[in-house]
C-alpha cells in the first residue's frame, strides 16, 4: 500500500521543541523527500521550564534555537507561538494565534498531539489543533489572513511511550531513522536530560517507540497515526 503525500501541505502542531522529532518527523521528511510536499512545525510553548541541571540561563532562547537548527535541517518551515510551558491553555487568544499560522501556511493536513497524551501541554495543544484546524476555514472567525477554502485533514500522532493509542494506521519511517535522531540530536539542552529521574533518554525513547511500532506492521521504523473521523473533515483516498 503506497501512500502518495504529493502536492500536499503538512503541518505538525506540536507543544514543545522536540515533540515532532520523537513522533511524526520521519513522515514529514518522507512526505517531503519523496513526493516534494511542503512541509512546517509549529511549535506552541517555548520550553523554558524544562531546565537541565545546572539550569541554562534564556532557556527558551536556546530552545527556539536548537528547533531552528532541527527545521532547517529538516527542510520546513518554523512557526513559533511563544507560550509558556505550562500555560497553554484553550483560549480565544491561542485560538485565533493558531488559526493565523494555519492561514499563512495554508496545510492540507494537521498533524496533532492525541487528547490523551501525558502532557498536559500536549492534550491543551491537542485540542487547540483541533479546534483552529475548523475555525481556519470560518470565515466569521477574523485574522489578518484570509480564511483557507475548506478545513484540511486531521491525524493524532501517537502518545509519548505509546500508552494508551491505538493506531489507525502506520508509515514506513525507516530509511528516515538516521535523519530523525540527527533532528533530536538538534536539541542537546534536553538531551543531557537523560539521566533524571524525572525525565527519560530521548533517543531511546524515539529509537524504541519507533522500533515497536515498525515491529507491529513489518518494518524496521514506523510512525503511528489515527484519523480524525470527524464529519466532512475525513477526506476520502
Known amino acids: ?31 517531503s523527500k519523496v513526493d516534494g510536499a511542503d512541509i512546517a512545525i509549529c511549535v506552541l510553548c517555548e520550553g523554558d521550564k524544562g531546565q537541565p541541571d545546572p539550569p541554562i540561563e534564556n532557556l527558551g532562547q ?34 485565533l494565534k493558531l488559526t ?4 499563512k501556511f495554508r496545510p492540507t493536513l494537521i498533524l496533532a498531539h492525541s487528547a ?48 494508551g493509542f491505538e493506531p ?17 540530536g538538534c536539541h542537546k539542552s534536553q538531551m543531557v536530560r537523560g539521566s533524571e529521574t524525572a525525565f527519560s533518554p530521548l533517543e531511546e525513547v524515539m529509537l524504541r517507540q519507533a522500533a515497536a511500532r515498525g515491529a507491529q506492521c513489518s518494518v524496521q521504523a514506523a510512525e503511528a497515526f489515527r484519523i480524525h473521523n470527524a464529519w466532512k473533515r475525513a477526506p476520502a483516498w
Open 168 to 184: 489507525g494506521f502506520f508509515v514506513d519511517v525507516s530509511t528516515y531513522l538516521p535523519l530523525k535522531r540527527d533532528l533530536l
Open 62 to 95: 536556546v530552545r527556539y534555537n536548537e528547533m531552528k537548527a532541527s527545521t532547517e535541517l529538516l527542510g520546513a518551515e518554523l512557526y513559533w507561538a511563544g507560550f509558556h510551558d505550562g500555560e497553554l491553555v484553550d483560549t480565544k487568544e491561542a485560538r
Open 1 to 31: 500500500m503506497n501512500l502518495n503525500f504529493q502536492n500536499e501541505r503538512i503541518l505538525a502542531v506540536v507543544a514543545h521543541p522536540d515533540d515532532a522529532e520523537l513522533l511524526c518527523a520521519g513522515t514529514l521528511a518522507r512526505a
Open 100 to 103: 493565523e499560522v494555519f492561514r
Open 116 to 163: 490523551n497524551d501525558y502532557h498536559p501541554d500536549h492534550q491543551a495543544a491537542s485540542k487547540l489543533a483541533e479546534t483552529a484546524s475548523w475555525f481556519c476555514a470560518s470565515g466569521g472567525q477574523v485574522t489578518e489572513s484570509p480564511p483557507l477554502t475548506k478545513p484540511p485533514a486531521l491525524w493524532w500522532m501517537d502518545t509519548i511511550e505509546m500508552q
